[in-house]
């Protein structure tokens, strides 16, 4: 990288923390990007779960250029009839379990985040929400909000207020299911917490969380942004639990590398959205045209190349491959969402450098330092598998 870029992006790109990574990327392919020099890095954080059909794949990047020389934005959401939107809501709606089959269109994450809060607060006509411990589901007031912070509240208490009448509760505690009440508007609950470190949960609290929201009238969202379209090994997680939100917001993947989220929920609950009052929820961008192409592309090549199916067997490789390294206290998996736990930070700092040396793109999670991350494009092959273990096997071997 030059000196000049290297100066201006930390002049001029706004700053998320003291130490970026710093490493240009010139362009990226399949599981790898690719520096100016030429030099390859595994790719395994998929930009954060987002990257599952590969960089650059061709029937997505085909679907962006034909979609955005017919037309990109025209109008707000909601008003004009496109094409994008509709094939793709339809095609989600049968994907998804029956009940789920309205479709609102966002930009992001947090804003799918915030939508279903809005929807279930009116909803209801409550104004409790109710999230997890050591969950993350945006940076937004109302999704920071919800962000239930492991200990104290080093995360928030810069930026307070945020929203009131919220809590957290421990994922996993049955004891805390009691904390949900007829007060309550929603709980929001990740099926698998990802920025907590891949917390998958246990038998029956799923079933148990969903049993008890149905009794006092609250509404279940499941924040699938993550682990939805096909990183637990099911298109959608809640599918490997067998329990069905009255909302699930997505994002992430659901783009196919383009800026898309959703959240779904049935045609009854979503309608409050259009009176009392009217425009309850809009946007100008949500649902761009070629967002939706990309993302439609991308979950017609999920589907059509049975990439899903082979999602299990490819993070249980991982795992196999590096279990019995010394260096390696635990590994939780969920699909191909991997924490590779060191039990040490400072163990982990060291890994992250040496990763960058050997060219490994990981990175650790948001409430957890002491394990690395392993996400990486669904459409990985079992040889690069080996290979990308082989390089990280080198380096654990250097702590
Ligand atoms: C589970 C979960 N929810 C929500 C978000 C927020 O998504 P975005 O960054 O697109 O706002 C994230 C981002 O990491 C996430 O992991």
């Known amino acids: 990288m030059s000196e000049i870029l290297r100066k201006q992006f930390l002049r001029h790109i706004a700053q998320t923390s003291p130490s970026p990574q710093l ?19 595994y790719d395994l954080i998929s930009g954060v779960s987002v990257s599952n059909v590969g960089h650059a794949n061709p029937i997505v990047v085909e679907a962006v250029q034909r979609q955005a020389a017919e037309y990109m934005h025209v109008m707000v959401y909601g008003e004009l009839v496109e094409r994008p ?11 998804l379990p029956e009940g789920l089959d309205s479709v609102y269109f966002l930009n992001s994450g947090a804003e799918a985040v915030e939508g279903a809060l ?20 945006g940076s937004t007031h109302g999704a920071m909000s919800m962000m239930g912070t492991p200990e104290g509240e080093e995360w928030k208490s810069a930026f307070r207020p945020l929203l009131p ?3 957290a509760i421990r994922f996993n505690s049955f004891d805390d299911l009691a904390l949900i009440t007829e007060r309550t508007a929603c709980v929001l609950c990740e099926p698998v917490q990802g920025e907590a470190g891949v917390r998958l949960p246990v038998e029956g609290y799923l079933q148990a969380l969903r049993q008890r929201c149905s009794e006092v009238g609250a509404l ?34 659901l783009g196919g590398g383009m800026p898309l989220s959703a959240f779904v929920s049935s045609q009854e609950i979503m309608n ?18 070629v967002c939706c192409a990309a993302g439609l592309a991308a979950m017609k090549y999920l589907q059509n190349n ?5 999602v299990e067997r490819k993070g249980a490789l991982y795992e196999e491959l590096l279990a019995d390294h010394p260096a390696v206290r635990e590994i939780r998996r969920s699909g191909l969402l991997l924490a590779v736990e060191l039990g040490d930070s400072a163990k982990l700092y060291k890994i992250m450098d040496l990763f960058i040396e050997e060219g490994i793109l990981s990175d650790w999670f948001l409430f957890c330092d002491t394990a690395f991350r392993i996400s990486p494009p669904l459409v990985i092959s079992d040889s690069e598998i080996r ?12 702590l």
């Open 272 to 289: 409050t959205l259009t009176h009392n009052p009217v425009l309850g929820h809009i946007t100008t961008f949500g649902g761009h045209p």
């Open 306 to 310: 049975h990439i899903v199916e082979e």
């Open 165 to 167: 009448d919220t809590k």
């Open 118 to 137: 809005k929807l279930a607060k009116r909803y209801t006509a409550r104004t409790e929400m109710i999230s997890m411990r050591e969950a993350y589901h």
């Open 85 to 95: 939107q509709v094939e793709y809501a339809r095609r989600l709606a049968e994907a």
């Open 220 to 253: 279940l969202i499941f924040d699938e942004i993550q682990v939805g379209m096909g990183r637990s090994g099911a298109m959608f997680a809640m599918q490997k639990y067998g329990v069905t939100p009255d909302i699930v917001c997505l994002a992430k993947a």
């Open 387 to 398: 290979d990308s273990v082989k390089i990280i096997r080198r380096c654990l071997d250097k």
């Open 23 to 41: 490493i240009e990327v010139a362009r990226a392919e399949g599981v790898f990007f690719y520096t100016p020099e030429g030099k390859p890095y």
